[in-house]
């Protein structure tokens, strides 16, 4: 189980939660609808937040949190079932990225104990604030590339027009 504190729940999940959803609907080429994207992101919020109270492993949280939103993409948001698995691996794999480039950052730039850091509730949350940020600008870029190609498209029925 992991400790979670509620400004961490405030500061890192809710802003993580609402991205990861947005990047599948980036991923997949779909544009937004902003009412199934509030609806499914809430739900994942929540999903989340009881995947992380779960006394398992660490990566297995992870697991069951892609089958979420693969099931949320695909049931509330209605991307195809393929398009939702890819573009949540692509997803998943881009945050982890991420987060491997800003603990590269922490310990080798800023010479900071990795493991003390990620152990202080105040500490994590602003050392981890950098992956969020270049997670973010990587799919606000994307998505900006796609709205400018007009690459979009629209999902009617689960069917992508």
Not at 22 to 45: C, D, G, L, Q, W
């Amino acid at each position: 189980m992991l400790r979670l504190t509620l400004s961490y729940v405030f500061l890192r999940i809710l802003p993580e939660e609402f991205l990861f959803i947005f990047a599948v609907y980036v991923f997949s080429k779909t544009i937004i609808n902003v009412e199934k994207y509030m609806k499914s992101s809430i739900i994942y919020i929540i999903a989340v937040y009881l995947i992380r109270l779960l006394p398992i492993q660490y990566g297995i949280h992870t697991i069951i949190a892609v089958v979420v939103v693969i099931l949320l993409t695909v049931n509330i948001n209605k991307i195809s079932i393929i398009k939702s698995i890819q573009a949540s691996l692509m997803t998943v794999i881009l945050l982890f990225i991420c987060e491997g480039i800003n603990v590269f950052i922490i310990q080798h730039i800023f010479k900071a104990d990795v493991k003390y850091v990620f152990s202080q509730p105040l500490s994590k949350i602003v050392y981890s604030t950098p992956s969020l940020v270049i997670f973010a600008l990587i799919v606000f870029t994307y998505y900006i590339y796609l709205v400018k190609k007009n690459k979009l498209s629209e999902v009617t029925n689960g069917e992508i027009i």
